[in-house]
């Protein structure tokens, strides 16, 4: 007889074990049956009335820089420059002399038309007093009172001729930078120097044709240039231009701005806002408002929390508000979650509603 040894002594298993493992399933299938339930609640919304709100009808519109006052010097003659009076970008006054173009010949005319001047008139003289005595004839004297005047004349031309070569500023201002040096001939026309006066500034812009009712002389403006984006300057408008561009419809407007300390340059472009007329409207965040091609739209909650697609129609914007028409005073409009609604869905209210309905959980 062979002897085996004995078996090892397997422990049967604890009666806990089971318990556990049946808690377990009945946790996890608990958990399933909260997460299908969670699924089909209702998205969570906010909502509240159209509210009353202040809106400024605005016209915009982009418009170029002038000086208050711009001419361009430019040489009356083709001759040689022989001096000049002012830097690049310097401040020059009324009066003040710029540039002086040779002159040699014109002030050897004006010294020989002075020495003929002065010869008619001492001869002039002198027979006046042979006329009085009665040796000269009243014929005589005629011609020799012409031909003073043709020697007047021609000095005076000698001088005019001078003047044109001596060029000055015809209004205190800025100079432009310099293209010319002294020395160098100049054609008739050629720019010498341009003086701006910068002390305002002239602004022309446009604007449509349809936004005239709502513009007048001395309205009030606001200009940003975008070398200044936080530092708008306030004008008014000076000018409308009675003639309508047949091409564009729109009309050129002028306005006057202050110019402190030369900030603003002639040739900027600026934008520009022009507060036409101000108006109390209902008005919602602009999220609570819903696009469809050109339609707008917005989701009314009523009193059995579903949502409605309603349509509406939409005005100016503010401040992240925009102007809605079309619904009652009391209408609920869905303001936060909006892209969670669909039409006809039933919704919840956060806040007090949310609470009431019992949704909280």
């Known amino acids: 007889m062979s002897l085996r040894p004995p078996l090892p002594h397997r422990p049967s298993p604890a009666p806990g074990r089971h318990v556990l493992a049946l808690g377990l399933l009945a946790l996890v299938g608990g958990c399933g049956k909260g997460v299908t339930a969670s699924k089909k609640l209702a998205p969570l919304v906010a909502a509240a009335a159209a509210t009353p709100h202040m809106f400024i009808e605005r016209v915009e519109t982009v418009g170029t820089a002038r ?47 002075q020495a003929d001047e002065a010869q008619a008139m001492s001869q002039l003289r002198r027979i006046q007093a042979l006329s009085a005595q009665g040796f000269a004839t009243g014929t005589t004297l005629d011609q020799q009172v012409a031909a003073a005047r043709r020697a007047r004349s ?23 930078l310099r293209t010319v040096s002294e020395g160098a001939i100049v054609n008739q026309g050629t720019p010498v120097a341009t003086i701006s006066d910068m002390s305002r500034i002239k602004l022309d812009f446009t604007v449509p044709e349809t936004a005239l009712s709502s513009i007048h002389t001395g309205q009030p403006l606001q ?100 102007e809605i028409k079309g619904l009652p005073a009391d209408a609920r409009i869905i303001t936060e979650g909006v892209v969670k609604v669909a039409d006809g869905q039933t919704v919840r209210l956060s806040g007090p509603a949310e609470k009431q309905t019992g949704g909280g959980g």
């Open 154 to 176: 021609d000095a005076d031309n000698a001088r005019a001729q001078i003047a044109d070569r001596v060029l000055r500023a015809p209004f205190s201002g800025y100079v432009s």
């Open 67 to 113: 000086a208050n006052e711009q001419v361009t010097l430019a040489a009356p003659v083709t001759e040689r420059i022989d001096r000049l009076f002012f830097e690049d970008g310097g401040y020059v006054r009324k009066g003040q002399i710029i540039a002086i173009l040779a002159q040699g010949q014109e002030q050897a005319s004006l010294a020989a038309a």
């Open 223 to 322: 200009a940003i240039a975008a070398a200044y984006p936080d530092e708008p300057v306030r004008g008014h408008i000076e000018t409308i231009d009675p003639v309508i561009d047949p091409a564009t419809r729109a009309a050129t407007i002028r306005a006057i701005l202050p110019n402190p300390g030369n900030r603003l340059k002639p040739g900027m472009l600026l934008t520009v806002g022009i507060e036409a007329a101000t108006r109390k409207a209902m008005a919602v965040p602009e999220l609570a408002v819903v696009g469809d091609g050109s339609d707008r739209y917005v989701y009314v909650v009523g009193a059995d929390l579903k949502a409605k697609r309603t349509p509406v129609t939409t005005g100016l914007h503010d401040d992240g508000l925009i």
